[in-house]
């Protein structure tokens, strides 16, 4: 596959990724779930994931339902002008600690730009903006985001898990392997999506 068509699929993917973080406000977004977990089954286009709290959670997967990869990446690849979402919470001695940081591609910068509360943990928020300052200190990292004539300013240890989008495959989703799931719940409690997006290498999706 060239390097334009896995750009572009990358790419494509990611987008699929950013609206469901910015679709909040509607009615139907009261029915848009993540499903995190390992996958304990594939079968056609029913994919059953042992969710983090500990359930099989079965997810209809929609007609030409697609992949998308994630892939470790660094603090250092976070440079002024990137785009990148940060999911974080807020700090007892004053702003905010970043829980993850997602770098997205070049071609998707501006996309789903804002900030808004998240669900990885209670209080936390998820952040879709320019990087315009990156320090190094004794204590890890920071990036002050601008978005939206806003700025913010969060912290990022060096333990915090950084990861970037990648290509990856129908294959790449076997047993074990650890997702993170857009999907819909219909009022049945039925859930279906049309992505599942996986991480690479042993990667956890830390989104």
């Not at 990022?156 to 294959?171: E, N, R």
């Amino acid at each position: 596959m060239s390097r334009y068509l896995i750009t572009s699929h990358v790419a494509a993917l990611a987008v699929g990724i950013l609206l469901s973080t910015s679709q909040i406000t509607s009615a139907a977004d009261a029915a848009r779930v993540r499903v995190r977990g390992d996958i304990a089954s594939l079968s056609g286009d029913t994919l059953v994931v042992k969710t983090r709290e500990g359930a099989d959670q079965t997810i209809a997967l929609k007609p030409e339902w697609k992949v998308g990869g994630i892939k470790k990446a660094s603090v250092e690849d976070i440079k002024p002008g990137d785009f990148v979402g940060i999911a974080s919470l807020p700090k007892q001695d004053g702003g905010d600690g970043a829980l993850e940081v997602l770098i997205f591609p070049a071609a998707m910068k501006g996309t789903g730009e804002g900030s808004r509360p998240w669900d990885l943990k209670p209080n936390s928020s998820m952040t879709n903006a320019t990087v315009a300052k990156a320090v190094k200190s004794v204590d890890g990292h920071t990036v002050t985001l601008t978005y939206q004539g806003k700025e913010k300013t969060i912290s990022i240890s060096d333990a915090t898990p950084i990861v970037t989008f990648t290509a990856a495959q129908k294959s790449d989703l076997t047993p074990g392997a650890h997702v993170i799931v857009m999907g819909e719940k219909a009022a049945d409690g039925t859930v279906s999506a049309a992505q599942v997006t996986v991480g690479t290498n042993g990667i956890v999706p830390p989104m």
